[in-house]
């Protein structure tokens, strides 16, 4: 059996569900039962056949309505490696760190073409880092407590997975100076992400190498899942740029989060229109099982 799971911004209602399993029974995939998992907004349609034309038949179908296709069975997740900026956090943090050397438009530039995926990404990490040489170490600091947000959804989403036995990984191209506070704010286990080299109180323009890019990204996802003897269909990796493709295509639950169009092309479900609690529907985690707290 399979769930579509029809995740709402705004509304749904039974007519919306009626059309959405009469969409799926035209499309040959033979809907079952419904499931409400928040009245009025989220619901889950069970059905037997045909995932790739359920979620051809259910996508777009609604305004402002995420739809999540998978297998019923392992849909909670024992592991979710996630990115950082713009997906566990609302910005960019190399384009705001930017912003304190007076560089932002530049430097923005060139993340936005490394995220569509047009640019190497290790070569536009050096590029960007070799222009902040000079800056003060003090900016990261300000820059985490001034410009830093925690996506909306993040904090229930790996809380709630923690409480239910999975493992909650953040990986990020950016850096360890900002991705260790949040990971620590979000309650991930453990980060991963590159370190600024400091000299004399100031950026010396470079990062340490090896670089943690898309491979790395991949990399941790494989021996994550292999250390904890998973099957790959227990994995959910989320992201929304070109450097995390590769782990979004090799998990068992790949998801796009507000992602670049790359990215949302390929990858198996996607998020447009919700936050990232839309991520606790598409495991089947009703409001009244999230960890807030």
């Known amino acids: 059996m399979f769930i579509a799971t029809l995740i709402a911004a705004e509304r749904l209602d039974a007519g919306d569900i009626s059309a959405a399993s009469d969409r799926l029974a035209a499309a040959g995939c033979r809907p079952g039962e419904v499931r409400w998992l928040e ?8 059905f037997a056949h045909a995932p790739e034309l359920a979620r051809a038949a259910l996508e777009g179908a609604y305004p402002k309505t995420d739809i999540v ?25 190399i384009d705001e760190l930017a912003d304190y050397a007076g560089i932002k438009p530049q430097i923005a530039e060139v993340t936005e073409r490394a995220m569509r995926g047009e640019l190497d990404f290790a070569a536009a990490l050096d590029a960007r880092v070799a222009l902040l040489k000079g800056l003060g170490e003090d900016a990261i ?23 239910n036995g999975a ?23 453990r980060a991963i992400a590159n370190r600024l080299m400091i000299e004399g109180g100031m ?16 990399a941790t996802l494989a021996e994550a899942t292999a250390a904890l003897g998973l099957d ?7 992201g929304d740029g070109a450097n995390d ?34 991520l606790l529907y598409a495991q089947g985690y009703a409001r009244d099982r999230w960890v807030v707290a």
């Open 245 to 278: 493709l590769a782990m979004i295509r090799r998990a068992g639950l790949g998801v796009a989060y507000h992602a670049k169009p790359i990215v949302a092309a390929a990858a198996a479900a996607r998020i447009d229109h919700n936050d990232l609690s839309a």
């Open 167 to 189: 493992e909650t990984i953040l990986i990020s191209g950016g850096f360890t100076r900002f991705a260790e506070p949040v990971a620590r704010q979000i309650g991930f286990a």
């Open 203 to 218: 950026l010396d323009g470079t990062v340490a190498k090896p670089i943690v890019d898309s491979a790395t990204k991949e």
């Open 232 to 238: 790959p269909e227990a994995t959910l990796a989320v």
């Open 69 to 93: 296709v998978q297998p019923a069975a392992g849909r909670a997740k024992r592991l979710l490696i996630a990115d950082m900026d713009s997906t566990m956090i609302t910005v960019e943090c």
């Open 39 to 46: 009245a009025d907004r989220v619901a889950d349609l069970a």
């Open 141 to 163: 600091d300000r820059c985490l407590a001034e410009r830093v947000r925690i996506t909306p959804g993040a904090e229930a989403l790996v809380k709630t997975m923690r409480a």
